[in-house]
């Protein structure tokens, strides 16, 4: 099943594929009915067998979806470059001094836009250090605004 799904993309395997998934959903499917079944409640398992029951039932218009089963706070994010459309996972921000390079604050996002995270973690790190820094180096991703608060954004190549 797994074979068939390798090149699922090409004209000629769409079907192949597409019977594929549609064995191990119904695989699975048959595995949680009986899980269901023969498992006590209250079981310690009771959160994952939820978790499969609710991967199972997602469509593809579904949102919040389920990308991963040991992560599954993981989220879809949309790159927009030909070469690589999507990555899965969460977005990070991270703040550290110029000279010692010590992380002064850390924030984790869902799937927002870059230039909105800066902010909440620009306030963070004052919360926690007591001073806002002066300058901050950030990727094109935050090129949108040049300043926030006293902070001045400088964009590296």
């Not at 209250?42 to 949102?63: M, N, P």
């Not at 040991?70 to 001094?97: D, L, M, R, W």
């Not at 919360?127 to 590296?156: F, H, M, S, W």
Request: charged fraction near 30%; proline fraction near 3%; hydrophobic fraction near 30%.
């Amino acid at each position: 099943m797994g074979v068939d799904q390798r090149f699922r993309n090409h004209p000629r395997n769409k079907s192949k594929a597409r019977k594929a998934g549609k064995k191990v959903r119904t695989i699975a499917g048959r595995l949680v009915h009986e899980l269901e079944r023969n498992l006590k409640p209250g079981s310690i398992y009771h959160a994952d067998l939820e978790l499969c029951k609710q991967v199972l039932a997602q469509k593809k218009t579904s949102k919040n979806k389920i990308y991963s089963l040991h992560e599954p706070e993981t989220q879809c994010i949309s790159k927009g470059k030909e070469h690589k459309k999507y990555e899965f996972g969460n977005k990070a921000s991270f703040v550290f001094t110029r000279n010692t390079g010590v992380i002064v604050g850390a924030m984790g996002f869902r799937n927002e836009f870059d230039g909105h995270t800066l902010e909440p973690t620009l306030e963070q790190t004052e919360r926690l250090v007591g001073k806002t820094p002066k300058e901050a180096a950030v990727d094109r991703g935050y090129k949108c605004r040049n300043e926030i608060g006293d902070t001045v954004t400088q964009t590296l190549q």
